[in-house]
């Protein structure tokens, strides 16, 4: 147990989410538990983690995890370690639950982006159709997040390209996109920015400068593909030739890199496969299973095209691994840098709470209220 990588989960702390501060102790070696010294309260050492408050071993929950993270079935886990199918399930959802704020805290972060491509994937749900929309940022192979949604129409694409916005600088940016037209007008109305006149009314909304859009239309004939029509929906043609350049080592305008990341994600959810017997029974299901897969993928697998050269000082030459999140410089300052994460530190990582914020009250705030805030609020 390390006080100085534990923080206090209380929301109603000042000190909540603050690390390396001195506000948190050992209580408990025994029960591992923490006390946090400026609110008094004590927390167990897996508090925010999946573990938390689990009656089962540690490494029992990791295996499943994996093995669900993976594609193995549940029936197959559950022959193998005897357990009930609704604990199995149990995990897989507080497993996917976690890793969405996992992803929303690491992931959902702005960065350099260069190129995005876009797709979506038809699953069938009883009596209805469903539909996952995925984004993937090429350069380094990073999953950007999904969105699900019984329709597809504006509102599902329009989601999406908002995620995509969270995790993009106002930077040259390139949208290899399918024939689908939402995702022109999606793009156009999110990836823009109030201009602040100074003036009491509705601010006038500029389009974000860079934002590049090439289609790939695929032409079928029965059931095949017999060509390919690549246009430029918006921007300049020696623009995005740079930024293939740039993420992809040059080449020409395609939508290969979102479709082998949907070939991962059906191989990996059963529900996703074609022409399948199984089927999705619940939405909430397939979105925890969806941020599992993905932020597996994302943290924890390394990918065979991220591999970059490096000499060792004897003069001999080695390929060096890299996960999407290496290639993408997301690390946390608890963990090492260029780290592989395990399915165990991914489940046992902790996200810290928003930042304290003093009660609003009317008057003068009290010496009370001064204290803890210019103590823990600057």
Same mark, same amino acid.
């Given at each position: 147990m390390d006080p100085q990588t534990a923080f206090c989960p209380n929301l109603a702390c000042p000190a909540s989410g603050q690390v390396g501060k001195g506000n948190i102790g050992i209580h408990s070696h025994r029960e591992r538990r923490y006390k946090c010294h400026v609110c008094g309260k004590t927390f167990a050492q897996t508090k925010g983690a999946v573990f938390y408050r689990l009656q089962k071993a540690t490494d029992l929950v990791v295996i499943v995890?994996?093995?669900l993270a993976y594609g193995c079935p549940v029936q197959a886990i559950v022959m193998a370690f005897g357990l009930d199918e609704r604990t199995v399930l149990s995990w897989q959802a507080r =497993?996917?639950?976690?890793?969405?704020?996992?992803?929303?805290?690491?992931?959902e972060q702005p960065r350099d982006?260069?190129?995005?491509?876009?797709?979506?994937?038809r699953a069938k749900i009883q009596a209805d159709i469903l539909w996952l929309a995925m984004a993937i940022q090429v350069q380094t192979r990073l999953w950007l997040g999904g969105v699900l949604s019984t329709c597809r129409d504006a509102n599902l694409i329009g989601t999406l390209v908002q995620k995509v916005r969270a995790c993009a600088l106002c930077r040259p940016l390139l949208f290899c996109v399918d024939g689908c037209k939402t995702y022109i007008q999606a793009i156009r109305r999110v990836f823009r920015e109030p201009m602040r006149?100074?003036?009491?009314?509705? *601010?006038?909304?500029? &389009?974000?400068?860079g934002i590049h859009i090439a289609q790939v239309v695929k032409q079928y004939a029965r059931k095949r593909v017999v060509g390919i029509v690549r246009q430029v929906v918006q921007g300049s043609q020696a623009q995005i030739e740079t930024l293939l350049q740039r993420t992809q080592n040059g080449g020409t305008s395609n939508v290969a890199y979102i479709e082998r990341l949907n070939a991962t994600f059906r191989s990996r959810i059963s529900v996703l496969i074609r022409r399948g017997r199984a089927l999705v029974r619940q939405m909430s299901s397939l979105h925890e299973a969806m941020y599992l897969v993905g932020t597996v993928y994302n943290f924890?697998?390394?990918?065979? =095209? #991220?591999?970059?050269?490096?000499y060792l000082p004897n003069g001999q030459?080695?390929? #060096?691994?890299?996960?999407?999140?290496?290639?993408?410089?997301?690390? &946390?300052?608890?963990?090492?840098?260029?780290?592989?994460?395990?399915?165990?530190?991914? #489940? =046992?990582?902790?996200?810290? *709470? $928003? $930042?304290w914020r003093p009660p609003k009250r009317r008057g003068c705030p009290s010496i009370a209220v001064k204290m803890p805030v210019a103590q823990w609020c600057t």
């Open positions: 995890t994996t093995l =497993s996917g639950k976690h890793c969405q704020r996992v992803h929303e805290h690491l992931v982006l260069g190129q995005v491509q876009a797709d979506e994937i006149a100074g003036r009491a009314v509705r *601010p006038r909304l500029r &389009p974000w400068d924890c697998t390394y990918h065979k =095209s #991220l591999r970059i050269p490096i030459r080695r390929r #060096l691994r890299r996960t999407p999140a290496i290639a993408a410089g997301i690390t &946390p300052d608890v963990l090492i840098r260029d780290h592989l994460w395990t399915v165990e530190e991914l #489940l =046992s990582f902790r996200v810290p *709470p $928003p $930042p």
